[in-house]
């Protein structure tokens, strides 16, 4: 059974360009959320998503940012029009149902760096 | 706004020894806490997590204090290994239950 899998696992993309981030949750998962981590710096969360709905995404910036969690295959965090501060390492999480109380499972994350 | 605060500074600790880490909240009163490990260039991994009506919880070598009135957790290494070696990051849910708040994390170091 795979844990969450997320890819790439780094990402090198130039001022301007757009950025894909992929997460697969955890079989039998349908909640994902996203993090982004910063150098000696905590999570800070994104978005929160279960199957096709966005739930929470008052993380995310308004602009250039968005993401999905289509009926089939992964859930997608999109950065268009990247800047030097998206540089980051982006993780996904998942869990079977609604709240953590059973903890998450994260994925290794993507580690994106604009140039 | 809610904070949680980790100790910045690396902790090094002789292998067999006990590691103890800190993990303080302000501006929140959590119904749990959560503890993670996290190893460099991976996601953070779940260990344990403490309601707020647990004052101690353990698993094998580990074990989690929760005290309210302090606002503080405590974990606990015991008969610490250099494998223990690692990023340990404390969490706790904000205003929804889903949404984590994060220390930034205090490293632990294992000295054979």
């Known amino acids: 059974n795979a844990g969450v899998m997320q890819n790439p696992r780094h990402l090198v993309r130039r001022r301007g360009q757009e950025a894909r981030l992929r997460c697969s949750p955890m079989?039998?998962?349908?909640?994902v959320y996203w993090y982004r981590q910063l150098p000696e710096e905590g999570l800070k969360f994104m978005v929160y998503?279960?199957?096709?709905?966005?739930?929470?995404e008052s993380g995310m910036p308004k602009e250039r940012f968005s993401a999905e969690f289509p009926k089939e295959g992964p859930s997608i965090l999109r950065i268009q029009q990247v800047v030097r501060g998206d540089s980051a390492a982006y993780f996904c999480?998942?869990?079977?149902?609604?709240?953590?109380?059973?903890?998450?499972?994260f994925g290794s994350g993507t580690r994106l760096t604009v140039v | 706004s809610q904070k949680i605060e980790q100790n910045s500074e690396a902790l090094n600790i002789q292998e067999g020894k006990t590691a103890t880490l800190t993990c303080n909240y302000t501006?929140?009163?959590?119904?749990?806490l959560q503890w993670y490990r996290q190893d460099p260039g991976r996601g953070p991994v779940f260990l344990l997590l403490?309601?707020?009506n647990e004052k101690e919880k353990r698993k094998e070598r580990l074990k989690v204090t929760f005290d309210t009135t302090l606002k503080q957790s405590l974990f606990h290494i015991t008969a610490s290994q250099p494998a223990d070696s690692a990023t340990y990051l404390c969490?706790?849910?904000?205003?929804?239950?889903?949404?984590?708040?994060w220390g930034a994390g205090t490293k632990l170091i294992i000295k054979p």
């Open positions: 999480a998942s869990s079977p149902g609604t709240g953590g109380g059973d903890g998450y499972t």
């Open positions: 079989k039998g998962h349908s909640h």
């Open positions: 998503l279960q199957k096709e709905n966005i739930i929470d």
């Open positions: 501006n929140y009163s959590p119904a749990y």
């Open positions: 403490i309601r707020e």
């Open positions: 969490a706790h849910q904000g205003d929804s239950n889903y949404q984590l708040i």
